[in-house]
């Protein structure tokens, strides 16, 4: 697929993939492995492909240019979902003298995930180049975005940036470029990616989008390792991450929850009616009836979460136990929130969420709200009222 006069797209679409590292993110719409290969002088290869699917992507590269006439390789992240079919072609025909270019400490961890290979490792820093003819590349490193051997390369001369996991999306479409498919989706899916894999990253995203601003290179394509390339208006992605990296929330608020009746349901209910009575945007989402990874997008795109569940064996419920570790783990900054919960002796979930979203840097509103059993009428008219104070506080 050609994606500019000398540069074309080599890489798979995974139409089935439900989830991804693992079990721990959502793909509702497949992704893609996006590899590339600039023609010029010399036919440089621009990342691979997950190895699963490297006897289709061998068949690619066979086909043309063919694997003997791969002059160079570009590494720009190592992780198996994008350089680990790079064994695999030093076995099919790949030269042992073609340079790898990929940072110093791709270098390291190459040879550690292949160790049956001879591989020509170049290891490069910000702003080395090559020329490949009439075009130039420049590395750009992007350490911990969100791996150590994580970098950029620009194609001077051309226009393209190829940015590995920045500004990309686990999205498989019927085309390749971000004006053949719904902005919608492409937003939401852009986010969700950026929410679950880079939001802990955050402060260096803002650093090296100022850095790569400074530089002040013309980019006319963003050509990402998953997902569509941004060719129509390219830096509004760059700018949007700029946005999702600088403490973003939109005003909303979640109220999450997960209960074994319906008493915590009851309260999360009231409480989203002083939500509304103050005309404040919020949604309420069942935590153990919930997609993980769209339930985390909900809580980075939001100001507030009000966070409740059961207690069971004095403790709370383990979808709210998972969902308040990604709130820390993840690093989202800006956020206030507030706990509660029912219960029938003990009681200790709403503390222990309070706990644990204090723990994670959140904001805390008000004393935590425990029910015993079913709430009367009485208390849930103060758990409305709770909702209500609570959009005073946004």
Known sequence: MKITDNIYWIGIKDWELRSFHGRELSTHHGSTYNSYLLKDEINVLIDTVWDPFADRFIKKLEADPGIANIDAVVINHIEPDHGGSLGIL????????????????????INKYFHDVKLNLQPVETGDTIKTGKFKLVFVEMRMIHWPDSMLTYVDGDGTLFSNDAFGQHLCASGYFNDEVDEALLYGEAMKYYAGILTPYSKLIERKIGMLNAMEIPIKLIAPSHGVIWRKDPLDIVNKYLEWSMDYNDGSVVVVYDCLYKATRQIAAAI???????????????????????LFT??????????????????????????????KSHKLKGKI??????????????????????????????????????????????????????????
């Open 272 to 294: 989203a009616q002083g939500l509304e009575n103050k005309g404040v945007r919020h949604k309420v989402v069942n935590s153990g009836d919930s997609d993980f990874s769209d």
């Open 90 to 109: 030093a076995k099919n025909g790949l030269r042992p003298d073609v340079p790898i270019y990929c940072s110093k400490p791709g270098a390291e961890i």
């Open 298 to 327: 909900d809580l980075f795109r939001a100001r507030g979460m009000i966070v409740g569940s059961s207690t069971v064996n004095n403790a709370m419920l383990r979808s709210i136990s998972a969902a308040l570790d990604c709130v």
């Open 337 to 394: 929130g507030a706990a509660f919960g029912s219960y029938g002796w003990s009681g200790e979930a709403p503390k222990q969420i309070a706990e644990k979203l204090e723990s994670a840097g959140v904001g805390l509103i008000g004393k935590p709200i425990g029910i015993k059993y079913a709430p009367t009428a009485d208390e849930l008219k103060e758990c409305v009222l709770f909702g209500e104070t609570f959009a005073d506080a946004l």
